[in-house]
C-alpha cells in the first residue's frame, strides 16, 4: 500500500501546504489522504497504550479500545471517498511524525496527554475548518464525513481529559498540569488547528482558564524562532563602555513596562522575552482585533535567565540594539543559533552609535547629493574634543539664536545642552567638561527651526544587503524626548507648503521615497563595512530658513530597532485610509486626566472610544487600543489611536484628557 513510515524518509514528500490550497480535486483528495494517515497513526497508537499499559484502570482501556473502534471507521470512510475521487491511499509517503511524538509514552497519562488532549484536540478545529471549506466547494459529501468525525472527536478528547483530571495533582490548575505534563517534542500549539473553536472544547469540558490560555498559547511548530529581548538602554550601555547594569531608574521602568513590546514587529512563531507575561485578557482582546501573539518566555535579567532555552534551536537572537551587555545576556545561547548567526556585538560598532559618526556621514552624504531642497554644509555639526574647541565653534554660529551641543552617545533628547549668545554659562562649562571625560568628543550644531520629523527605517542583511522599511513621521515632547509616530497618513495635519516640499511641489511625488534608498545605498555601504547586521533607524527633519524651508537628511543615525519601526508595523493592521498614532502615554498623564492607573484609564478609553475593526473585518478602523499591558504598566504603556483624521484624533482622545500633543 506504501504505507510504510520508513517511506517518508525514503521516497519524494509532498507536504500539507503543497495541496492545502484545494485547487483541484485531486488535491482535495490528498488531503484527505493527509487526515487518513492522521487517523490510522491514532488508532495504532492507542493499539501500542493497550499493549504497553496491561495495568492501566479497565475502564481507561475499555474508553480506548471504543476510541480505536471509532479511528477505524474514520480511516474507512476516508478511504472510501478517496476512492471514489481517484486517490489511492499509499500514494504518497505518510509523515510518521505522530508516532515519533506518542510512541515513546512511559504511562497512560503521557498517553491522554499527549494524543488525546493534544494531536486529537486539534482536530476540534480542523475538522470544524474542513467541513466548511468542502461544504463551500459544494462537496457535501466530505463535509459530511468531517462533521461526523468532529462529533466523535468531542468524545474521544473527552475520554483524555476525564482521565487527565483523574491523575493530575489538585494542586495544580489544568492548564500547568497540562503543560507540565505534556511529553517532548510536543508543545501546546500542536492542540490547535486552523481557527480556535472555543464552543468545542466547552463542549469537551475543559475549563474556561484552560481554553483562555490555550487561545493565546504560540510556539514555532517547526521553524527555528527568534528571541527578541527589549534592552532600551543599548546606547547608555555603549556610552559607558564598562559592564553592570548602569541603567537609569527611569530607563528600567520603562524596558518593565514594555518588555513585550516587541511582539508587534516579530513573528507568531517568535519568542519575546518578558519579565511577566502580558495578561491573558489583555492577549484575548489583541488577537480578536487581528494582532498574532508569539510565544512569551518569562524570564528575569540573571545568570540563569535563559534557562528554557539553552535546549531549544534558534534562528537567531534580536535586542532592541546591540551592546556589549546585550551580547554577554544572549551569550549562553551561543551554541542553540543558526548557522551564521552571532551574538552581534563587535567593538567596532561603538562609532556607529555616535552623533560625531552621523555629522561625519552627513557631510559624506551632502557633498554626493547636490540638491537644493536639501541643507547647506552651514548646518552641519562641528566635532569638538575641547572646550576651547567649543567655543570655538559657538563664535562660528554667532548669528543664530541657540546652538546645541550634544554629546557624543546618547539617546532620546538626553544628553545635550543649549547655548545662547555664543557662549557657555558656569554650569554648561561643567557639564562639558564631564562630557568630554567620558566620551572624548562632543557634536555642536545650530538650533534649527524645526517643522517636522521624519525617520527612515531599513535593514542590513548577513550579505550586506540593504533593504528599505519606509519613511515615518515622528513627535517629542517639549523636551525632545519621544512621543510618538504617525502610523499611517504621515501627512495629516500638516500645511500645503510642507505638504508640497516633501513631495517635490507636485512634480516629484516620488522625492521622498528616492532621498530614502540614496541615504539607506549610501550608509549601508558603510555599516556593513564593519560587519554590522540588523536594523538601522536615520532621523531626519524639515526646518524653516530664511530661503524657505530645508531638508536635514540625517541629524541621528541609530543601528538598533526603534519607535518608528514599531509603528511601521501597526500600519498592517490599521486600515490605510484612516489617520493613526502610535504613542507612548504615562501613568502622570493618567493621574493627570484623573484616573489612579494607567489600567483605570485604559479601561475608559475602551469605554469611550472602542476599537473596532473596518468593515473589512481585517485592519482596524476606529479607536483606541493599549497594545501594551496597562494592566501591568508602572510608568508608561503604548497606545494606538485610530480615526478618521487628526483632527477626530486629537478630539476623541481630549474626551479621556489626553493631549496627544500634535
Same mark, same amino acid.
Given at each position: 500500500?506504501?504505507?510504510?513510515?520508513?517511506?517518508?524518509?525514503?521516497?519524494?514528500?509532498?507536504?500539507?501546504?503543497?495541496?492545502?490550497?484545494?485547487?483541484?480535486?485531486?488535491?482535495?483528495?490528498?488531503?484527505?489522504?493527509?487526515?487518513?494517515?492522521?487517523?490510522?497513526?491514532?488508532?495504532?497508537?492507542?493499539?501500542?497504550?493497550?499493549?504497553?499499559?496491561?495495568?492501566?484502570?479497565?475502564?481507561?482501556?475499555?474508553?480506548?479500545?471504543?476510541?480505536?473502534?471509532?479511528?477505524?471507521?474514520?480511516?474507512?470512510?476516508?478511504?472510501?471517498?478517496? $476512492?471514489?475521487?481517484?486517490?489511492?491511499?499509499? /500514494?504518497?509517503?505518510?509523515?510518521?511524525?505522530?508516532?515519533?511524538?506518542?510512541?515513546?509514552?512511559?504511562?497512560?497519562?503521557?498517553?491522554?496527554?499527549?494524543?488525546?488532549?493534544?494531536?486529537?484536540?486539534?482536530?476540534?478545529?480542523?475538522?470544524?475548518?474542513?467541513?466548511?471549506?468542502?461544504?463551500?466547494?459544494?462537496?457535501?459529501?466530505?463535509?459530511?464525513?468531517?462533521? /461526523?468525525?468532529?462529533?466523535?472527536?468531542?468524545?474521544?478528547?473527552?475520554?483524555?481529559? #476525564?482521565?487527565?483530571?483523574?491523575?493530575?495533582?489538585?494542586?495544580?490548575?489544568?492548564?500547568?498540569?497540562?503543560?507540565?505534563?505534556?511529553?517532548?517534542?510536543?508543545?501546546?500549539?500542536?492542540?490547535?488547528?486552523?481557527?480556535?473553536?472555543?464552543?468545542?472544547?466547552?463542549?469537551?469540558?475543559?475549563?474556561?482558564?484552560?481554553?483562555?490560555?490555550?487561545?493565546?498559547?504560540?510556539?514555532?511548530?517547526?521553524?527555528?524562532?527568534?528571541?527578541?529581548?527589549?534592552?532600551?538602554?543599548?546606547?547608555?550601555?555603549?556610552?559607558?563602555?564598562?559592564?553592570?547594569?548602569?541603567?537609569?531608574?527611569?530607563?528600567?521602568?520603562?524596558?518593565?513596562?514594555?518588555?513585550?513590546?516587541?511582539?508587534?514587529?516579530?513573528?507568531?512563531?517568535?519568542?519575546?522575552?518578558?519579565?511577566?507575561?502580558?495578561?491573558?485578557?489583555?492577549?484575548?482582546?489583541?488577537?480578536?482585533?487581528?494582532?498574532?501573539?508569539?510565544?512569551?518566555?518569562?524570564?528575569?535579567?540573571?545568570?540563569?535567565?535563559?534557562?528554557?532555552?539553552?535546549?531549544?534551536?534558534?534562528?537567531?537572537?534580536?535586542?532592541?540594539?546591540?551592546? =556589549?551587555?546585550?551580547?554577554?545576556?544572549?551569550? =549562553?545561547?551561543?551554541?542553540?543559533?543558526?548557522?551564521?548567526?552571532?551574538?552581534?556585538?563587535?567593538?567596532?560598532?561603538?562609532?556607529?552609535?555616535?552623533?560625531?559618526?552621523?555629522?561625519?556621514?552627513?557631510?559624506?552624504?551632502?557633498?554626493?547629493?547636490?540638491? $537644493?531642497?536639501?541643507?547647506?554644509?552651514?548646518?552641519?555639526?562641528?566635532?569638538?574634543?575641547?572646550?576651547?574647541?567649543?567655543?570655538?565653534?559657538?563664535?562660528?554660529?554667532?548669528?543664530?539664536?541657540?546652538?546645541?551641543?550634544?554629546?557624543?552617545?546618547?539617546?532620546?533628547?538626553?544628553?545635550?545642552?543649549?547655548?545662547?549668545?555664543?557662549?557657555?554659562?558656569? %554650569? &554648561?562649562?561643567?557639564?562639558?567638561?564631564?562630557?568630554?571625560?567620558?566620551?572624548?568628543?562632543?557634536?555642536?550644531?545650530?538650533?534649527?527651526?524645526?517643522?517636522?520629523?521624519?525617520?527612515?527605517?531599513?535593514?542590513?542583511?548577513?550579505?550586506?544587503?540593504?533593504?528599505?522599511?519606509?519613511?515615518?513621521?515622528?513627535?517629542?515632547? &517639549?523636551?525632545? /524626548?519621544?512621543?510618538?509616530?504617525?502610523?499611517?497618513?504621515?501627512?495629516?495635519?500638516?500645511?500645503?507648503?510642507?505638504?508640497?516640499?516633501?513631495?517635490?511641489?507636485?512634480?516629484?511625488?516620488?522625492?521622498?521615497?528616492?532621498?530614502?534608498? %540614496?541615504?539607506?545605498?549610501?550608509?549601508?555601504?558603510?555599516?556593513?563595512?564593519?560587519?554590522?547586521?540588523?536594523?538601522?533607524?536615520?532621523?531626519?527633519?524639515?526646518?524653516?530658513?530664511?530661503?524657505?524651508?530645508?531638508?536635514? =537628511?540625517?541629524?541621528?543615525?541609530?543601528?538598533?530597532?526603534?519607535?518608528?519601526? #514599531?509603528?511601521?508595523?501597526?500600519? &498592517?493592521?490599521?486600515?490605510?485610509?484612516?489617520?493613526?498614532?502610535?504613542?507612548? #502615554?504615562?501613568?502622570?498623564?493618567?493621574?493627570?486626566?484623573?484616573?489612579?492607573?494607567?489600567?483605570?484609564?485604559?479601561?475608559?478609553?475602551?469605554?469611550?472610544?472602542?476599537?473596532?475593526?473596518?468593515?473589512?473585518?481585517?485592519?482596524?478602523?476606529?479607536?483606541?487600543?493599549?497594545?501594551?499591558?496597562?494592566?501591568?504598566?508602572?510608568?508608561?504603556?503604548?497606545?494606538?489611536?485610530?480615526?478618521?483624521?487628526?483632527?477626530?484624533?486629537?478630539?476623541?482622545?481630549?474626551?479621556?484628557?489626553?493631549?496627544?500633543?500634535?
Amino acid at each position: 500500500m506504501g504505507l510504510g513510515l520508513d517511506e517518508w524518509h525514503g521516497r519524494e514528500k509532498m507536504r500539507f501546504r503543497d495541496v492545502g490550497k484545494l485547487h483541484s480535486e485531486r488535491e482535495r483528495g490528498l488531503v484527505l489522504h493527509f487526515f487518513a494517515n492522521h487517523e490510522l497513526l491514532a488508532l495504532e497508537l492507542m493499539a501500542l497504550a493497550l499493549l504497553k499499559f496491561p495495568d492501566a484502570p479497565q475502564k481507561f482501556r475499555r474508553g480506548v479500545v471504543q476510541t480505536l473502534k471509532d479511528e477505524q471507521e474514520h480511516v474507512r470512510m476516508y478511504r472510501r471517498r478517496m $476512492d471514489e475521487i481517484g486517490v489511492e491511499f499509499g /500514494q504518497i509517503p505518510v509523515s510518521d511524525y505522530f508516532w515519533k511524538a506518542i510512541a515513546p509514552m512511559r504511562s497512560p497519562s503521557d498517553f491522554v496527554t499527549g494524543l488525546s488532549l493534544t494531536l486529537e484536540q486539534a482536530n476540534l478545529d480542523y475538522a470544524v475548518h474542513y467541513a466548511g471549506v468542502y461544504e463551500g466547494l459544494g462537496d457535501e459529501s466530505t463535509a459530511a464525513i468531517l462533521r /461526523q468525525i468532529y462529533k466523535d472527536e468531542i468524545s474521544h478528547v473527552k475520554h483524555g481529559l #476525564v482521565w487527565f483530571e483523574r491523575w493530575r495533582s489538585a494542586e495544580q490548575t489544568q492548564w500547568d498540569a497540562y503543560r507540565e505534563g505534556l511529553p517532548e517534542p510536543l508543545s501546546p500549539a500542536r492542540a490547535k488547528g486552523i481557527g480556535f473553536n472555543r464552543q468545542g472544547r466547552l463542549k469537551v469540558g475543559f475549563d474556561c482558564a484552560y481554553i483562555d490560555e490555550l487561545e493565546i498559547f504560540s510556539r514555532s511548530r517547526g521553524r527555528c524562532p527568534n528571541a527578541f529581548w527589549f534592552n532600551p538602554n543599548c546606547e547608555g550601555e555603549v556610552a559607558a563602555g564598562r559592564p553592570g547594569d548602569l541603567a537609569s531608574k527611569q530607563i528600567r521602568q520603562l524596558a518593565n513596562d514594555l518588555r513585550a513590546l516587541p511582539m508587534l514587529y516579530c513573528a507568531q512563531d517568535d519568542v519575546v522575552l518578558v519579565e511577566r507575561r502580558p495578561s491573558v485578557e489583555f492577549l484575548r482582546t489583541l488577537r480578536a482585533l487581528g494582532f498574532t501573539v508569539p510565544e512569551f518566555v518569562e524570564c528575569d535579567s540573571g545568570p540563569m535567565a535563559l534557562k528554557s532555552l539553552v535546549e531549544r534551536k534558534l534562528h537567531g537572537v534580536r535586542p532592541w540594539g546591540w551592546s =556589549p551587555q546585550s551580547a554577554a545576556f544572549f551569550a =549562553p545561547l551561543a551554541d542553540q543559533l543558526a548557522p551564521g548567526e552571532t551574538l552581534g556585538w563587535q567593538p567596532a560598532w561603538r562609532a556607529l552609535y555616535s552623533k560625531a559618526w552621523s555629522a561625519d556621514h552627513l557631510r559624506d552624504f551632502m557633498d554626493e547629493s547636490g540638491e $537644493d531642497w536639501m541643507c547647506g554644509t552651514e548646518v552641519i555639526g562641528r566635532i569638538c574634543q575641547s572646550v576651547d574647541g567649543v567655543e570655538s565653534a559657538l563664535a562660528h554660529w554667532t548669528d543664530w539664536d541657540e546652538v546645541v551641543i550634544k554629546a557624543a552617545i546618547e539617546s532620546s533628547g538626553r544628553g545635550q545642552i543649549h547655548a545662547r549668545g555664543g557662549r557657555l554659562r558656569s %554650569q &554648561q562649562r561643567g557639564w562639558l567638561e564631564n562630557v568630554l571625560a567620558r566620551h572624548g568628543q562632543v557634536v555642536v550644531e545650530p538650533w534649527l527651526d524645526k517643522v517636522l520629523d521624519l525617520s527612515l527605517h531599513f535593514d542590513i542583511d548577513g550579505n550586506g544587503q540593504v533593504h528599505v522599511a519606509g519613511w515615518t513621521r515622528f513627535f517629542t515632547d &517639549q523636551r525632545g /524626548q519621544y512621543r510618538g509616530t504617525f502610523v499611517s497618513q504621515m501627512v495629516a495635519g500638516l500645511d500645503d507648503e510642507t505638504k508640497k516640499f516633501l513631495y517635490g511641489d507636485g512634480r516629484d511625488p516620488r522625492r521622498l521615497r528616492r532621498l530614502g534608498e %540614496q541615504l539607506s545605498a549610501h550608509l549601508g555601504s558603510s555599516l556593513a563595512e564593519v560587519g554590522y547586521v540588523g536594523p538601522v533607524c536615520i532621523d531626519a527633519l524639515v526646518y524653516r530658513c530664511r530661503g524657505g524651508l530645508r531638508f536635514k =537628511p540625517i541629524v541621528e543615525i541609530n543601528p538598533r530597532t526603534s519607535m518608528g519601526r #514599531v509603528a511601521l508595523s501597526l500600519r &498592517q493592521r490599521v486600515n490605510s485610509a484612516r489617520t493613526a498614532l502610535w504613542l507612548v #502615554v504615562t501613568a502622570r498623564e493618567a493621574q493627570a486626566a484623573g484616573y489612579a492607573s494607567l489600567a483605570e484609564w485604559a479601561a475608559e478609553f475602551e469605554t469611550v472610544w472602542p476599537a473596532r475593526l473596518a468593515d473589512d473585518g481585517a485592519q482596524i478602523g476606529e479607536g483606541a487600543l493599549f497594545v501594551t499591558d496597562p494592566a501591568q504598566a508602572g510608568a508608561c504603556a503604548g497606545l494606538l489611536l485610530v480615526d478618521q483624521n487628526l483632527s477626530g484624533c486629537r478630539q476623541r482622545a481630549l474626551e479621556v484628557g489626553l493631549d496627544i500633543g500634535v
